[in-house]
């Protein structure tokens, strides 16, 4: 039987991508308040974005429970004997112990791999699709868990903030850190990959954006690239048009980010995921 692939929202992959790979979504989940809300199911990402900017309530964002896992995994269940579940990274979220509890809990005859992607948008999404891709070709449950995982060791994904202060709402910053970025005009640039590690800083979106490309293309060897944005098509294509003539033949992917990296970034987050190619012995 075909391995099949299940994955949560916050791997940002376009909807005819997940139909023709024929991939599982999860939803994670949004919360406005006591307003529970699933991703791109009682929520479009423009809904999102929109109330991001208008509500006086910030969203925080959750995993899928247990209970959602359990579902997915007993209706893929009856198609296929083997599944592998790629995740939102352990330590930005619960969604990996979600997966393994409702793994441990299910009843069907399914062996099931849950992997922890150590990222979030396009840095899961490659993944994803590298494993959905090696399970549509008839590969293993062996073989489409080392694809999603040779992924996972090879991308980078780096993100630009246009502004900090949706960070200071979500508290993830002080006040004091917000209000002096927001005077110094500072438009810090991250990595995210197991942990959101500060990589550099700018004084303007332009120039934040600049160094953020600069950066991802410093990676060797790279392979495939994702461009992501949160309301911003025209600077995730201008990027994209950079990376093309940078790196002729290397196929780019743009994106749109959704609550997971969106409700901590704010509208104006631009991000970046390369992946490097396979190492060979000389």
Same mark, same amino acid.
């Given at each position: ?10 791997a940002d992959?376009?909807s =005819?991508? +997940?139909?023709?790979?024929?991939? &599982?979504?999860?939803? !994670?989940v949004? /919360? ?40 997915a995994?007993?209706?893929?269940a009856?198609?296929?004997d083997s ?6 990274g352990?330590k930005f979220s619960g ?9 441990d ?7 099931i ?5 150590e ?10 699709l ?6 549509k ?10 694809a999603? =995982?040779? +992924?996972?060791?090879?991308?980078? &994904?780096l993100?630009? !903030?246009?502004? /900090? ?25 991250l ?14 979106r332009?120039?934040g ?9 410093a990676?060797?060897?790279?392979v ?6 949160g309301?911003?098509p ?12 940078r ?5 780019v992917?743009?994106?749109?980010l959704?609550?997971?990296?969106g ?6 987050i ?10 060979t012995?000389?």
């Open positions: 039987m075909t391995v099949r692939v299940v994955t949560d929202s916050g992959l376009p =005819e991508v +997940v139909e023709a790979l024929s991939i &599982t979504v999860v939803p !994670l949004v /919360l406005f308040g006591d307003e529970v809300l699933r991703d791109e199911i009682d929520l479009t990402t423009d809904q999102f974005f929109q109330r991001l900017v208008d509500s006086p309530v910030h969203p925080s964002t959750s995993q899928p429970s247990v209970g959602a896992f359990q579902e995994y007993e209706r893929v009856g198609e296929t599944i592998v579940s790629i995740h939102v352990a969604t990996v112990a979600a997966a393994m509890l409702a793994r809990r299910l009843t069907a005859a399914c062996r791999e849950v992997i922890d992607s990222g979030a948008s396009l840095g899961l999404g490659f993944a994803v590298a494993a959905a891709r090696a399970a070709e008839g590969a293993s449950l062996e073989d489409v868990t080392a999603a =995982e040779s +992924v996972v060791r090879r991308q980078h &994904t993100a630009v !903030l246009d502004t /900090l202060e949706y960070a200071r709402r979500g508290g993830r910053i002080s006040r004091v850190e917000a209000l002096l970025g927001s005077v110094l005009h500072v438009k810090p640039i990595s995210i990959k197991n942990e959101v590690r500060p990589l550099s800083r700018a004084r303007t332009a120039a954006l600049k160094r953020m490309f600069e950066l991802a293309m990676y060797p060897h790279i495939e690239v994702g461009v992501m944005h309301t911003t025209e600077d995730a294509e201008m990027l994209a048009q950079w990376t093309r003539e790196l002729p033949g290397v196929p992917q743009i994106a749109r959704g609550p997971a990296l409700a901590h970034g704010g509208p104006g631009m991000v970046m995921t390369v992946v490097e190619g396979e190492k012995e000389a």
